[in-house]
Structure formats: C-alpha cells, structure tokens
Nanobody, 120 residues
Framework: QVQLVESGGGLVQAGGSLRLSCAAS????????LGWYRQAPGKQRVFVAT???????NYADSVKGRFTISRDNAKNTVYLQMNSLKPEDTALYYC??????????????WGQGTQVTVSS
C-alpha cells in the first residue's frame, strides 16, 4: 500500500506565497511522474503541474511563471512553490504520483488534498 500525505496549505493574502509538500510512503519501488492538481468549489479537478523523475516540468498556463514544482527522489517527495498568489488560485490541491510498488505493480495514487485560500 502507498500513501501520499500533503501539507503546507493555508490562508494567504493575494500576492503572497505558499509551499506545498507531498510525501509518498509505503511499498514503493520507484516513483515516476509526480504532479499537482487542484479543484475549486463547484468545479472539476484540473491539472496544475507535473515533474518527471529526471526533472522535466510541465505547467498549466494559468500558473506559469508563478508556481514551481520540484522533487526529492530520495525522499519520494514533491513540492509546489506558489508565488504571486491570486484569489482564483483558491482550491483544494491534490498531489498525484505514478508509482511502481514493491510487487512491481504500476499505479497512480492521490493524496487527500490540502486547502489553499487566497484572500483579495
């Protein structure tokens, strides 16, 4: 079994910054792509950013230049540095991991979500 635990969410004023973390633990052989998604109230979950094991990143247009995704492979942890936050960034943020387990099964796992609220 694999667990993803997010942290770092909170309430911040517009223009401020937050750093989200997501640590994967359990029966992990290796992690491939790691990513962040978000879901605003009444809307569908949408892509924010991903990073490959080798550090290649991809971002949604809405966060380019403001958010930075990074990872620590030794800790099976992914981070999301969010700067210049806007009220429209308010959402529940979920991390996502493409994992190969110790039984060599490849699966995608999701965290439980961490709330980010940006006040105007």
């Amino acid at each position: 079994q694999v667990q993803l635990v997010e942290s770092g969410g909170g309430l911040v004023q517009a223009g401020g910054s937050l750093r989200l973390s997501c640590a994967a633990s359990g029966s992990i052989f290796s992690t491939n792509d790691l990513g962040w998604y978000r879901q605003a109230p009444g809307k569908q979950r949408v892509f924010v950013a991903t990073i490959t094991r080798n550090g290649i990143t991809n971002y949604a247009d809405s966060v380019k230049g403001r958010f930075t995704i990074s990872r620590d492979n030794a800790k099976n942890t992914v981070y999301l540095q969010m700067n210049s936050l806007k009220p429209e960034d308010t959402a529940l943020y979920y991390c996502n991991a493409d994992v190969v387990t110790t039984t060599l099964t490849r699966r995608t796992y999701w965290g439980q979500g961490t709330q980010v609220t940006v006040s105007s």
